[in-house]
């Protein structure tokens, strides 16, 4: 049995932001004076270069990440509005605020209580995400099933790759299959532009998911992004497709060199399967190749007594919002291996989702199993990052 190992403290808080930004959880300090929640809100208007200065606080260096349409930003974030660009956004209080070319204002609550009143419930509606929250290359994007847009089963959904980076110049496509439908549209948009019908029997009824295979007439440039759409066409035409759509970018031919070599060198090494795709795997994820992760840590779970080759595979499917996936990975490590360390990686992704999904009393009961353990282990470090989390998730 392959025994996890301990986590380094400071790559434990890198996992945490990580994992906060694919699941949208938001940070906030002050509340409005009527209410104990967090000042949060969304942005519904990103036109031009827009960015977020995150709110680090005096121990934290400033991050920037760009942001897109339904980002979601708190209190503490500086919103960075370029010359000849503009952005919107719909405060927790039901508030609307513009926030003009060449600004630089800082999400508060003063700010939200100066906006202009829009209709009781916007908010709410707009984060209405129903289990599902993608991250967008660090913006942390809402993912909402508006009403009307039926079972979340009956929509395919993009798996790999999902909002991350890819190497090649024509990847392989994987999204779900939806039980019934006869022919699917796939369209890239973006950095190049493409559309293809395909039938259903690209689509494997034992793994519930279909594949296809990039056009052979069409390359996805280095540093390119697109978008990828995948729609159900039904007998009268209609197409029903995920709310926001999820991208992917190529990288640089020199980063892919790189890490190419990088994982040669690896497979070159006198090591057993499951500790080459241990490796692999992270060298992936820190590059944001998440979908060479799962498909390299899916591979080597295949029949694996690994508990260590679940969880990391757990927190790669978290990482791009793929909440079902991970929870079977989480548990199936918790059926090999009962030790500490198991379970508090474990329970610290459980309380992620369950959190996500709106269960709140049973994330945090994960959450605090997790913090206890680590304490356990006097692994002090990663018992006070827990601990941090759990302060900055409202439950």
Known sequence: ??????????????????????????????????TAEPVRAVLV???????????GGARHAPRFRRVARLSMVSVGDRIHVGDESRAVLICSNDRRVSLSAG???????????????????????????EGRVLADRGAVIVERLPRGEGNLREIPRLLI??????????????WTR???????????????????????????????????SWPSSVLLPPQTEVEIEVSILDDGGLQRTESVTPRLHRLSNEEALRIQGAIQAISLLDLAHEEQALLSGEIYRAHQLYGEAISALRQATAGSDSSELHLLLGESHLLVGLLDFA????????????????????????????????????????????AALFHQMDRLEEEQAVRRLIGQISF
Request: some cysteine.
């Open 45 to 55: 208007q990103a036109t031009g270069n827009v960015s977020v200065e995150d709110g």
């Open 103 to 129: 600004s630089r204002d800082r999400i508060s609550v003063d700010l939200c209580l100066a906006g202009r009143e829009a209709r009781a419930g916007t908010f709410a509606d707009l984060v209405e995400i």
């Open 327 to 370: 929870e079977k990975a989480f548990l199936q490590a918790l059926s090999i291996e009962r030790a500490p360390e198991v379970i508090a990686r474990a329970a610290l992704g459980l309380g992620q989702i369950e959190w996500v999904r709106g269960e709140e009393r049973v994330g945090r009961e994960h959450l605090l199993e997790a």
């Open 1 to 34: 049995m392959h025994r996890p190992r301990s986590l380094n403290p400071r790559i434990l808080g890198l996992c945490i932001v990580a994992m906060l930004s694919a699941l949208g959880v938001l940070v906030g300090e002050d509340s409005f004076a009527d």
């Open 161 to 174: 790759p999902r909002n991350s980076a890819v190497i090649s110049s024509q990847p392989d496509l994987v």
């Open 178 to 212: 939806v039980p019934g439908a006869a022919t699917y549209l796939l369209r890239a948009r973006g950095g190049v532009s493409w559309q293809q019908e395909v039938p259903s029997d690209h689509c494997t009824p034992a793994t519930s998911s279909c594949t296809l």
